[in-house]
C-alpha cells in the first residue's frame, strides 16, 4: 500500500465546472496536509495547506479534511484551462519530523474550453 | 524575493561518472530538502538540512549520494558514479523555521538527471 494514494487521472472537467481531487493516507501521524499544483517541467506549487478537519476555502479552491477517515480533498470551482496541471498531496507529521513532504503520485487535471 | 534555484536543469551523463546538482534557497530559509522523482513514480524526500548540519537523511539511496550545504547557505548533492536508476527529477526546497509552526516549503525547478 502507498503511504499516499492518488487516482492518477485524467480527470477531465468542462470549463467553469467543478474538479473534485481525492487523497487518502496511511499514515495516521500525519498532522499537516498540503495540495501543490505542478505544471508539466515546472516546481511544484503551493496551493493549499490544511491543519484540521472539516473545509478550508481560498478563493476558487476549497480542501476538505477527515483525519478519522485518512482522507483529504481539494475542490477547484469554477475550473479554467490554465487550471489544467497536476494536483500533488502532501501531508507531513510536522516539525518533530522535520516537516518533510510525503507526496502522493498526483492527479493530472485537464481542463476543457 | 528571488526564489529556490537549481543549477544544472538537465544533466545528461554517462554511467560511473560524477555529477553535482546545487541548490541555492531563498536567502534567509534555514532549511533545505533534496526530493527526487524517478519516472513514474512519486516525489520521494531524499534529505533535509537545518543551516548547515543534517537533519534527516533518511531517504539517500545509498552511499554514491553525498549532500553538503556549506556555511549554511547553498547545497550540493553529488553523486558518484552514478548508476541508470539516479536518473530523475531531482528537486530542492527551502522553508523558513518558525518554531513549531509548519511553513511553506517553496520548491524551485528541478534538475532533470539522465544517466545513460
Known amino acids: 500500500q502507498k503511504e499516499v494514494e492518488q487516482n492518477s487521472g485524467p480527470l477531465s472537467v468542462p470549463e467553469g465546472a467543478i474538479a473534485s481531487l481525492n487523497c487518502t493516507y496511511s499514515?495516521?501521524?500525519?498532522?499537516?496536509f498540503f495540495w501543490y499544483r505542478q505544471y508539466s517541467g515546472k516546481s511544484p506549487e503551493l496551493i493549499m495547506s490544511?491543519?484540521?478537519?472539516g473545509d478550508k476555502e481560498d478563493g476558487r479552491f476549497t480542501a476538505q479534511l477527515n483525519k478519522a477517515s485518512q482522507y483529504v480533498s481539494l475542490l477547484i470551482r469554477d475550473s479554467q484551462p490554465s487550471d489544467s496541471a497536476t494536483y500533488l498531496c502532501a501531508p507531513n507529521r510536522g516539525k518533530a519530523a522535520g516537516n518533510k513532504l510525503t507526496f502522493g503520485g498526483g492527479t493530472r487535471v485537464l481542463v476543457k474550453p | 524575493e528571488a526564489g529556490v534555484t537549481q543549477f544544472p536543469s538537465h544533466s545528461v551523463i554517462e554511467k560511473g561518472q560524477t555529477v553535482t546538482l546545487r541548490c541555492d534557497p531563498i536567502s534567509g530559509h534555514d532549511n533545505l530538502y533534496w526530493y527526487r522523482r524517478v519516472m513514474g513514480k512519486e516525489i520521494k524526500f531524499l534529505l533535509h538540512?537545518?543551516?548547515?548540519?543534517?537533519?534527516?537523511e533518511s531517504g539517500m539511496p545509498n552511499n554514491r549520494f553525498l549532500a553538503e550545504r556549506t556555511g549554511g547557505t547553498y547545497s550540493t548533492l553529488k553523486v558518484q558514479p552514478a548508476e541508470l536508476e539516479d536518473s530523475g527529477v531531482y528537486f530542492c526546497?527551502?522553508?523558513?523555521?518558525?518554531?513549531?509552526?509548519?511553513?511553506?516549503?517553496?520548491f524551485g525547478q528541478g534538475t532533470r538527471l539522465t544517466v545513460v
Open positions: 490544511i491543519y484540521s478537519n
Open positions: 538540512f537545518v543551516k548547515e548540519s543534517k537533519q534527516d
Open positions: 526546497a527551502s522553508s523558513r523555521d518558525r518554531g513549531l509552526l509548519n511553513t511553506e516549503a517553496f
Open positions: 499514515d495516521r501521524g500525519s498532522q499537516s
